[in-house]
């Protein structure tokens, strides 16, 4: 312990956590709650020491830096955005350039074109996907993947009734396949979906790398 450190524990100042903390203070990200698993990305977020917003209303995406849209029922999230009038504030938003992250179902509500999905979505994302696209057999599995922005290291992917990214636009850069091709990680400007559930594992790489994203959209 240097001198240093022995004065920040006696003043009881001394650094509790990562540098993460401190780094992201301030950052405002949104997570759409009106169904599925925005608890748990909630608390990777707060985990980051970045503050989360649940976002149920048009007025609750004032002053985000960034959108979560979780995991769960794509036909449900799709209605009850139609119903809390949500649709055409966050297609604006998100078009707009908020940093906007869809993870499983959310990637479904992300995408231009969702196959299987016979509701009207946020639609922005260039990106055709396709609801259950595993079909029952295999309908939930974990697999190690492979994602260039997140580093060396393999990646831990949970999919639960999964999508698959089955077309991609000129702008859309694929960040992850599985090991026969299939993309399941995209990005295209400020959005990005994946096809697997980041929340429901202790890797914080994804979360940060979304983050980071929002942090320098919100530094520009
Ligand atoms: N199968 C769901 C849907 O079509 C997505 C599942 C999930 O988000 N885990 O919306």
Known sequence: MTSSDARDVAAGTEPVDSGLRTQHSGLVIGVLALQGDFAEHAAVLRKLGVTPVEVRLPRDLEGLDGLIIPGGE??????????????????ERVRGGLPTWGTCAGAIVLAREAIGLDQANI???????????????????????AVAP?????YHAVFIR???IEGVGPGVQVLARLEDGTA?????GTMVATSFHPELTDDTRFHEYFVELARSEKAR
């Open 74 to 91: 794509s036909t449900t999230i799709t209605r009850l955005l139609r119903i809390y009038d949500l649709l055409e504030p966050l297609r």
């Open 123 to 145: 639609g922005t994302m260039d990106i055709a996907v396709r609801r259950n696209a595993f079909g029952r057999q295999v309908d939930s599995f974990e697999t190690d993947l």
């Open 150 to 154: 997140l580093g060396e290291a393999p």
């Open 162 to 164: 999964a999508p698959t």
């Open 184 to 188: 399941v990680a995209a990005r295209e």
